[in-house]
C-alpha cells in the first residue's frame, strides 16, 4: 500500500496521530567461484621414425675441356693478348722471338669448355616421424 499518496485505508486525522514504522528487509545472494583443477584421465604419446627408400633423379653435370692446338706462324708488329675468350673458348697466345727481331705468332692454344647435364638415379632414404596419442581410463567419470 501506497502512504504517500494518500489513498488506501483513511485514517483519522489527530493530533496524537504518529505515523507507524515498519521496516522491511532487503536480502542480497552473492554467488562465489571458485575453480579446482582435477584429473580426470592421462594421454601417453608414443613418437616413432619410419624409413621409406626412394629413387629421385639428380641431374649430374660433367664438364670437359677439349684442348685444340692451332699452328699461326706469322709476323706480328704488336702481341696479340696473352689470354682472350671467344664464346666458351678461351685462346691462349704462344708467342717466340726470332732472329730477325721479329715476333712471331707461333701457335694459339685453344682450350673450349663443354657442359653435358644427364640424369642419374639415385637411393636415397627418407625418414619420417609419426605420432601415436593414447588415452589412459578416466578416473573421475564411469563411462
Do not use: C, W
Request: charged letters at 40%.
Amino acid at each position: 500500500m501506497d502512504y504517500s499518496s494518500g489513498q488506501g485505508r483513511k485514517q483519522k486525522e489527530t493530533k496524537d496521530f504518529q505515523p507507524e514504522e515498519k521496516r522491511i528487509p532487503v536480502i542480497e545472494e552473492q554467488v562465489k567461484v571458485e575453480k579446482e583443477t582435477k584429473e580426470t584421465g592421462s594421454v601417453h604419446i608414443y613418437k616413432h621414425v619410419t624409413e621409406k627408400e626412394v629413387e629421385v633423379d639428380v641431374p649430374v653435370v660433367n664438364e670437359e675441356l677439349e684442348v685444340e692446338r692451332v699452328e699461326v706462324n706469322q709476323f706480328v708488329d704488336e702481341p696479340p693478348p696473352a689470354i682472350r675468350n671467344e664464346g666458351n673458348t678461351t685462346v691462349i697466345s704462344v708467342l717466340k722471338e726470332v732472329v730477325v727481331k721479329r715476333t712471331v705468332l707461333v701457335e694459339e692454344v685453344r682450350v673450349t669448355r663443354k657442359k653435358t647435364t644427364s640424369a642419374n638415379q639415385q637411393k636415397v632414404t627418407l625418414r619420417k616421424e609419426e605420432v601415436e596419442v593414447e588415452r589412459g581410463k578416466n578416473k573421475g567419470n564411469k563411462n
